[in-house]
């Protein structure tokens, strides 16, 4: 079975410049979350998807946006890129979402590696 | 906020030998904590979670251990080879489907 994959594998952009990245999750799990790691540091939290409904928001700037389609693929939309915001972009799917009492696992894809020059 | 502390500089031993990783944190009663594996230029892999009613967990060679009064986990590798080398990951339940991440230890297992 495929796992979660994600496109593109690498981009380079400018400053300014706006990027997508896209996500197709396992099938059969609706929910997706977006992750952003910088080199050396552990991934953060941005988005939470669940049946195409924002479920939760990480502290990162509007610039930052994401939707997630019927055949719960996803989209993460970054504008007006920064240079600080070069960094591997994971995406994770999981069946449900996880709430206090529950966890489901999730499964990270490979990621989309951004460079912002 | 929530923080995770995870030790900074890597982590260098022989192969054969066990490996024990640590995971502290502040500000939080995690219902869960969770071990991941990432490899270079990889997505984190799962590999083992605990919860808080928990106080050990053991999967082959992996044992984790978690002390919710020292806000505390230990994660080991027991008779570790070199393709255990890798980056570990402490993370905590944040709410929904929100993980935590501490920023991993990198563990070298030398022949």
């Known amino acids: 079975d495929a796992g979660v994959t994600q496109s593109p594998t690498h981009l380079i952009k400018t400053r300014g410049q706006q990027v997508t990245l896209r996500c197709s999750p396992i099938?059969?799990?609706?929910?997706v979350s977006w992750y952003q790691q910088v080199l050396g540091q552990g991934p953060q939290f941005i988005f939470q998807?669940?049946?195409?409904?924002?479920?939760g928001r990480g502290n990162f700037p509007d610039r930052f946006s994401a939707r997630q389609f019927p055949n719960y693929s996803s989209e993460l939309n970054v504008n007006a890129l920064l240079l600080g915001d070069s960094a591997l972009y994971l995406c994770?799917?999981?069946?449900?979402?996880?709430?206090?009492?529950?966890?489901?696992?999730?499964?990270f894809g490979p990621g989309t590696r951004l460079t912002v020059l | 906020s929530q923080k995770i502390e995870q030790n900074s500089e890597a982590l260098n031993i022989q192969e054969g030998k066990t490996a024990t990783l640590t995971c502290n944190y502040t500000n939080y009663s995690p219902a869960y904590l969770q071990w991941y594996r990432q490899d270079p230029g990889r997505g984190p892999v799962f590999l083992l979670l605990i919860r808080e009613n928990e106080k050990e967990k053991r999967k082959e060679r992996l044992k984790v251990t978690f002390d919710t009064t020292l806000k505390q986990s230990l994660f080991h590798i027991t008779a570790s080879q070199p393709a255990d080398s890798a980056t570990y990951l402490c993370?905590?339940?944040?709410?929904?489907?929100?993980?935590?991440f501490g920023a991993g230890t990198r563990l070298a297992v030398h022949p």
């Open positions: 993370a905590l339940e944040g709410g929904y489907n929100k993980l935590i």
């Open positions: 994770a799917s999981s069946l449900e979402h996880s709430g206090f009492l529950s966890y489901n696992e999730q499964f």
């Open positions: 099938s059969g799990h609706k929910s």
């Open positions: 998807y669940y049946e195409k409904e924002e479920r």
